[in-house]
């Protein structure tokens, strides 16, 4: 089974602070992505990776940074965190082919105070 | 703005009725995903759907793809309390490669 990690379940945060969310994937896999996901918004992709060192800004990357030096692991970056960035973060992997199915961590509640 | 749209939002039903969720999308899709996300869980994916008029079943969810491949439909036949839960439909454009999410159905069921 494919197995999708993230640093840490709860998180809480400052203004202003530097955040890092840590995503790992025992896969292989070559796409991972990174969501937030907020209620009757359903999920709204923030930046996503094709492969290590690649990445691509998705349709709310204003705020956040991305960096994937290994192939198993993408990291999500808020750069100075405001309290419009208190959300629900999902990291996804993909699986390659025809299917592309996406396997989604458990997610990390971040709360900026 | 969002391009995949899904009504509805809520929906409650008493247990051994029947649910269905819709998804629409402004333009044609490559293929649509579903996705269920238990309450306190993360979203797992369900089914894909890629050719035009596609049904596909799973015990009692049918999943529908439209024929011009720009909606899609999941319908739960007699519901059950294990059912609860957020179902979100995927939509990927061909040229781009990247999913677009629904908002969601949140699906509650009374025993």
């Known amino acids: 089974d494919v197995k999708v990690t993230q640093s840490s379940r709860y998180l809480v945060k400052r203004t202003g602070e530097k955040v890092f969310l840590e995503c790992v994937q025992d896969m292989d896999h070559e796409n991972m992505f990174w969501y937030r996901q907020d209620p009757g918004l359903g999920l709204r992709l923030i930046y996503f990776s094709y492969d290590v060192k690649m990445k691509e800004k998705g349709d709310i990357p204003e705020g956040y940074s991305v960096s994937r030096e290994k192939k198993e692991r993408f990291s999500l970056i808020l750069e100075s965190a405001s309290t419009n960035q208190t959300s629900m973060y999902l990291c996804a992997s993909q699986s390659p082919g025809g299917l592309g199915e996406q396997y989604f961590g458990p997610g990390t509640r971040l709360t900026v105070t | ?111």
């Open chain 2, 1 to 111: 703005g969002q391009q995949v749209m899904q009504i509805p939002q809520y929906q409650h039903v008493q247990e051994g009725e029947d649910f269905t969720t819709y998804c629409n999308s402004s333009t044609t899709l490559s293929n649509i995903q579903w996705y269920k996300q238990r309450p306190g869980g993360h979203p797992v994916f369900l089914i894909q759907l890629v050719k035009s008029g596609e049904v596909k079943k799973q015990k009692r969810l049918t999943f529908q793809f439209g024929e011009a491949k720009k909606n899609s439909s999941l319908h739960i036949t007699a519901t059950q309390t294990t059912d609860v839960g957020t179902y979100f439909c995927a939509g990927r454009r061909s040229n781009t490669g990247k999913l677009i999410f629904g908002q969601g159905t949140t699906l509650q069921v009374k025993p």
